[in-house]
Nanobody
Framework: QVQLVESGGGLVQPGGSLRLSCAASGSIFSRNNMGWYRQAPGKQRELVATMTSGGSTTYTDSVKGRFTISRDNARKTVDLQMNSLKPEDTAVYYC??????????WGQGTQVTVSS
């Protein structure tokens, strides 16, 4: 089992910044992918950014240049720095973990609201 605990969501004005953090615990395999997905009301969950344990990253086009993913393998954490936030970034953000031996795990989600 893998447990993921997120923190850092909230309300921010357009153009503002937020930082999301996720801490993993449990049976963590050394080779894994971690990252963030989001789900807006009435929409499907979508990939935001992911990072392998080797450091390779993937971003959805709409956040490139604004969001930065980082992780600390020793501490088993993954963060998402979100800058220049837009109203369309409003969603519930989910931490995600995948490894070949454990499969997919999700955090409970944290709300990000971008509004003036």
């Amino acid at each position: 089992q893998v447990q993921l605990v997120e923190s850092g969501g909230g309300l921010v004005q357009p153009g503002g910044s937020l930082r999301l953090s996720c801490a993993a615990s449990g049976s963590i395999f050394s080779r894994n992918n971690m990252g963030w997905y989001r789900q807006a009301p009435g929409k499907q969950r979508e990939l935001v950014a992911t990072m392998t344990s080797g450091g390779s990253t993937t971003y959805t086009d709409s956040v490139k240049g604004r969001f930065t993913i980082s992780r600390d393998n020793a501490r088993k954490t993954v963060d998402l720095q979100m800058n220049s936030l837009k109203p369309e970034d409003t969603a519930v953000y989910y931490c995600w973990y995948w490894s070949a031996d454990r499969g997919n795990y999700w955090g409970q989600g944290t709300q990000v609201t971008v509004s003036s």
